[in-house]
């Protein structure tokens, strides 16, 4: 089993920027598993902001690209999103998501929401 918790979620001004991170736990997490933000708008399905392996190789939804920036710690077993110049349209929530590349475990965390508004 894997937990995962989020923090910083908030309200952002347009144009301004925030971070988010998780931190997973449980001994069932291991170097094998892909380190993920997803975000919901209502009525969508979850989209892929960022995603990152244990080896730092990265991969960003179009709509963010040039503007957030996903870490990873492989010590702390934690996953950072750095988003700047905030759009309105950034507004969602945003759930932090583990998979295992070779089992397929997936887990997700409860989600924090963000708003991106004056």
């Known amino acids: 089993q894997v937990q995962l918790v989020e923090s910083g979620g908030g309200l952002v001004q347009p144009g301004g920027s925030l971070r988010l991170s998780c931190a997973a736990s449980?001994?069932?997490?291991?170097?094998?598993?892909?380190m993920a933000w997803y975000r919901e708008f209502p009525g969508v399905q979850r989209e892929l902001v960022a995603d990152?392996?244990?080896?730092?190789?990265?991969n960003y939804g179009d709509a963010v690209k040039g503007r957030c920036t996903i870490t990873r710690d492989n010590i702390r077993n934690t996953v950072s999103l750095q988003m700047n110049s905030m759009k309105p349209e950034d507004t969602a929530i945003y759930y932090c998501y583990v998979r295992h590349q070779l089992y397929g475990n997936i887990y997700w965390g409860q989600g924090t929401r963000v708003t991106a508004s004056s």
């Open positions: 449980g001994s069932g997490f291991n170097m094998f598993y892909i």
């Open positions: 990152i392996d244990y080896h730092g190789r990265t």
